[in-house]
């Protein structure tokens, strides 16, 4: 089983199942006996470490040190999931059956790019490619479609829009992510029973952002987070999916709705949406999901 700790990194964890450590009891305990905890890349290199764990050999008083240095720097773009049990739930009116799986909390925003493009800027810069729409111009005109009330310091938490779902399942894969699939969009907004919306049926301004000017901050409307305590569901951005939208599989399945909608079927749990996969939008962004293992 990999290792999943809020503090420790999606990289990280890899490279530490890679050294058949599945636990934070378990590094611990090697460190006691004075094992090698680790492999020749197990190194400082994107996971804040202080220095590699290579054959590490080092007393009991400085395992909490050397946990501190594992820990300081994880997770730097600061995006959280939360887990949505399987189980039997309801999709599209009909019973069906998903497996457990975890949703990021929020849509990627501007500053968590910003953050991304500090340590990965080469890969960044080769998922955005289009030559009109390269990340610099992205991350520009996402700006510019935040709502002018917005306060300075609140800009980078707004999303990224303007991402196609070609360049969302690419940085998906290099951040180890996926795309949520549709069922699992439907399901983290519309619980087990189907709800029209996280909280219920009123569709309501206090809970989501639509009919409004532009983007605003991730997490701004609390009032309609999930169950699971997933945010923004409804409204703010319309969200990528990894799902088609028809046999003809030529256009990508779009869940959510947005800022500038103002009608309600759009902004529901069920309500489908499609777009060409290469196509981008100043409404459209992306979430991240990933598996239980």
């Known amino acids: 089983m990999r290792l999943r700790h809020k503090l ?43 220095k590699p764990l290579i054959n590490l050999r080092i007393g009991q008083g400085r395992v909490e040190e050397i946990l501190g240095e594992i820990t300081v720097g994880s997770n730097p773009l600061g995006i959280e999931f939360k887990r949505v049990e399987g189980g039997s739930f309801v999709y599209q009116g009909e019973p069906a059956e998903i497996e457990s799986f975890e949703m990021a909390e929020t849509p990627f925003t501007i500053g968590q790019m910003k953050k991304l493009l500090e340590t990965k800027e080469d890969e960044v810069r080769a998922i955005f490619q289009d030559s009109k729409w390269n990340i610099d111009k ?8 935040i709502a002018e009330d917005v306060s300075a310091e609140e800009r980078d938490n707004c999303p990224l ?17 996926k795309l949520p699939d549709e069922r699992q969009w439907e399901r983290a907004a519309s619980g087990t029973t189907g709800l029209k919306r996280p909280w ?27 169950a699971e305590e997933i945010y923004d569901l ?33 902004l529901s749990a069920v309500c489908r949406s499609g777009y060409h996969p290469g196509g981008r939008g100043d409404d459209v962004a992306v979430r991240f999901a990933r598996p239980i293992k």
């Open 8 to 50: 420790i990194s999606f990289d990280a964890a890899e490279m530490l199942e890679e050294a058949n450590i599945t636990s934070l009891d378990e590094l611990r305990d090697k460190i006691f006996v004075g094992q090698a905890v680790g492999a020749d890349d197990l190194r400082l290199a994107g996971l804040g470490m202080a």
């Open 138 to 145: 992205v991350i520009q005109e996402s700006e510019k479609k």
């Open 161 to 177: 829009v303007f991402v196609s779902q070609i360049e969302a399942l690419a940085l998906a894969e290099l951040l180890g992510y």
């Open 200 to 226: 219920g049926e009123n569709l309501s301004v206090d809970k989501a952002v639509y009919k409004d000017t532009g983007t605003r901050p991730v997490r701004s409307k609390p009032g309609g987070k999930s």
């Open 234 to 266: 409804i409204g703010l951005v319309w969200e990528w999916t990894s799902s088609w939208y028809d046999s003809d599989e030529d256009i990508r399945v779009l869940r959510g709705g947005s800022w500038c909608d103002g009608v309600a079927d759009d």
